[in-house]
Every structure is written in C-alpha cells, then in structure tokens.
C-alpha cells in the first residue's frame, strides 16, 4: 500500500468497530490495494463512545457530531454504520461533501430513501459500496458462478432462510430497531434485505412476490440508558413493537425460476442460520452460513438417487487466497467485511464499482417495501 486515505466511521456501534477493525486489516490481506487507510475521525452521539473509540483503534479525533465529519477535509471516505432511520440524512450529505460512501443495509427505512441516497452517490461521482456482506462469502461467489456457468442446469427454484435469535427474549429492550419511524420494516429491514440481495446475487431480478409477516413478541421494555447491539431492559415502561418480527415470501425471477425467502428474528434454538438451496434440472447447491468454507454439489445426469458431495472452498474462490492456504481453513464474519473494505477501497482508486452498488440497495429496498404492500393486501406485487 502506498498513498493513504483518511477514512472516517460515523456511528460506533458493534458494526463500527467491524468496519475499523476491517479497514485496519486491509495491509495484512490485500497489500496489493494501492492506497492505505488512515484513521481520521470517528462520530457517535452517545457522550463518550467516540472518545473511547478513538483512544482503542488510533482515530486522529473523536466527535458526536457526524455533521463534523461531512466538512472535515482530512476524510475521503466514510463508512456508514448509524442505525437505520439515520442512513438517508447521513448518507446524503456525506455524497454531497465528496466523500466517498460505504453505507450498511438497509439503506433507510424504504425504497424512497435507498433511492435518494444513490441518486446523491452518482451526482456527486463518488463511489459507494453497501452492507451486504454475505455474497463476499468464497462459498457463495463459488456457487453463483456454477450456476452461471450451467453447472446444475436451469435453476427451477430457491430457497433462502435466515433465522436468528438475537430478538427472542421477551426482554429484548424496545431499542429504535422495533420502531417504525427508526427502525422501518423490523426483521425485512434487518435480515430479509440480506436475502433479497443473495437471491438477486444468485438469480437475477426478481419480477414479483408475495409475503406474509407477523409480530410474536408484541411488547417490550423502553431502555433506561444508552444501548448497543441487542441490549436487555427490566423495569423501563412497556411500549409496543411496531415492526415485523418474521416473514415469509414467494419470489418470481425474471428467469422463471421461483424462490421462497423466510427471516426470522425470534427462532428460539437458532442462532445465524443463514443459507439457501438453489435447486436446478441436473443438480443443486446447499450452503449454511454457519459452515462457511462448505458447499455442497449435487451434479450429473442420474436425476434420481444423486449424491451430495461436500467441496470445501480454496485459494481459487473468491478471496479466500487472502485470508488461508488451502481448502478447508476456516473464515469468519469479520473477513467477510475485510473483503468489504477491499471492494470499498478498490472502487475509490480504480473508480469503477467492485461489490455490492446503491443500485443493488434500491432493488433490495424494493423488494422489501413490495413485501409489506403484500402482507397488507394479502396479494402479489409486481415489482417491474
């Protein structure tokens, strides 16, 4: 690495130590990139959390003010982690200050705000990159090149699950993510979006759908102090939850192929279980987010009683060579946001866009909002 970038984080929460973590990792894995990043400045609202965040990862300077960073000229690049209602307002004025954007999904809380944000990226000439970290799995950028490549013949369906626990609780604290006007469309906005993007990644457009939603935990208590990630509260006042905790939705792709995406926030027992099975008319692919280095390969011409074999992933996939030697070497979640922050950090220096665009956070924001008009009017909706 040779020039450096001053890169700053706006929101320090559990993902923006991810993102500095990842930035700080960057010259160990892809030394090759030719600009380094510097640590210039980071902002979060809550008294002292940008101080502390400053003195343990090395940011020059601290502020709860993101607005400081959108004029300081020392940044060029600003990762967006703030939660979701404050995506639209940040992410536009940080395009409009020149700064490059890496923003988490969703994006917003709708379509319309995922949209004003790219619109902000592309007249501003900057680049920007999204949250949706999953496709950077060696795995699954594997598997969408078999199936590109006919591997399993014509996909005739998909099926996508994302089921975790973090909101199962029922002390869970009613934190902004369970609000409608900050947290937008709950367990849509927070898992499904990931969904959405992997189907897209793997199949191409989705042309219409129908959902089903539901909130099993229909009440919690109001934190009585500053929180982070998926905080606990006992004693605070009850207040509702106003966003979805589960969702299910048949999917039509442009392809004719057909899917189903089912997230859930409450699933007691399951913990991250993210992954699909994209079934084809020879073969089919299976992955578990949880088992990252695998994929499982049915292929041939027996049609029935085909095996299922497991082809643990290698230097030759994806990035992996980045991170280990040979196949079978485990990854984690955090290499998947290193891969992030080289994709980010590769369209600033080329200018061309590598990974997930705004683009691909307004097909995804879409899908999501067309979800909702479903669940409400029980019927399908035609995205096109």
């Given at each position: 690495m040779g020039n450096t970038l001053g890169v700053a984080v706006v929101g320090f929460g559990w993902m923006?130590?991810?993102?500095?973590?990842?930035?700080?990792?960057?010259?160990?894995?892809?030394?090759?990139?030719p600009v380094?990043?510097?640590?210039?400045?980071?902002?979060?609202?809550?008294?002292?959390?940008?101080?502390?965040?400053?003195?343990?990862?090395?940011?020059?300077?601290?502020?709860?003010?993101?607005?400081?960073?959108?004029?300081?000229?020392?940044?060029?690049?600003?990762?967006?982690?703030?939660?979701?209602?404050?995506?639209?307002?940040?992410?536009?004025?940080?395009?409009?200050?020149?700064?490059?954007?890496?923003?988490?999904?969703?994006?917003?809380?709708?379509?319309?705000?995922?949209?004003?944000?790219a619109d902000a990226v592309r007249a501003a000439g900057?680049?920007?990159?999204?949250?949706?970290?999953?496709r950077n799995a060696p795995a699954v950028e594997t598997a969408r090149r078999m199936v590109a490549a006919g591997d399993i013949g014509t996909v005739t369906h998909v099926r996508i699950r994302l089921f975790s626990?973090?909101?199962?609780?029922?002390?869970g604290a009613l934190t902004w993510r369970y609000e409608r006007r900050r947290g937008g469309s709950g367990v849509l906005g927070d898992l499904a979006s990931h969904g959405v993007d992997l189907a897209r990644f793997l199949l191409g457009e989705i042309v219409s759908l129908t959902a089903d939603t539901a909130v099993f935990v229909p009440e919690r208590a109001r934190?009585?102090?500053?929180?982070?990630?998926?905080?606990?509260?006992?004693?605070?006042?009850?207040?509702?939850?106003?966003?979805?905790d589960y969702v299910s939705c048949l999917l039509r792709f442009a392809s004719g192929a057909r899917g189903v995406l089912e997230a859930s926030r409450v699933s007691v027992g399951e913990q991250n279980a993210y992954g699909f099975e994209v079934h084809g008319t020879t073969g089919a692919l299976f992955w578990d987010y949880r088992r990252m280095g695998e994929l499982g390969v049915s292929r041939g011409t027996a049609y029935q009683d085909q095996p299922v074999s497991t082809v643990y992933v290698g230097p030759g996939?994806?990035?992996?060579?980045?991170?280990?030697?040979g196949a079978a070497n485990s990854m984690g979640y955090d290499d998947l946001k290193v891969i992030e922050a080289y994709h980010f950090l590769r369209s600033v220096s080329e200018g061309t866009p590598y990974g997930p665009t705004l683009a691909d956070a307004v097909a995804s924001a879409t899908a999501l909002d067309a979800m909702t008009r479903s669940a409400r009017r029980r019927t399908w909706v035609d995205l096109r």
């Open positions: 923006g130590r991810v993102h500095t973590q990842a930035y700080g990792r960057l010259p160990h894995h892809f030394p090759q990139l380094r990043p510097e640590l210039v400045v980071v902002a979060d609202e809550v008294p002292g959390r940008a101080e502390e965040a400053a003195g343990r990862y090395g940011f020059a300077s601290a502020t709860r003010d993101w607005r400081e960073v959108a004029a300081d000229p020392r940044v060029a690049a600003v990762s967006v982690t703030a939660p979701n209602f404050l995506h639209r307002e940040i992410g536009v004025a940080m395009a409009e200050a020149g700064k490059h954007l890496w923003i988490e999904k969703p994006v917003g809380l709708t379509a319309e705000d995922a949209r004003a944000v900057v680049q920007g990159t999204v949250g949706f970290n999953y626990d973090y909101a199962a609780h029922p002390d934190p009585v102090g500053a929180t982070a990630g998926h905080s606990r509260a006992t004693g605070g006042a009850p207040g509702p939850v106003e966003n979805d996939d994806g990035e992996y060579g980045a991170f280990q030697p």
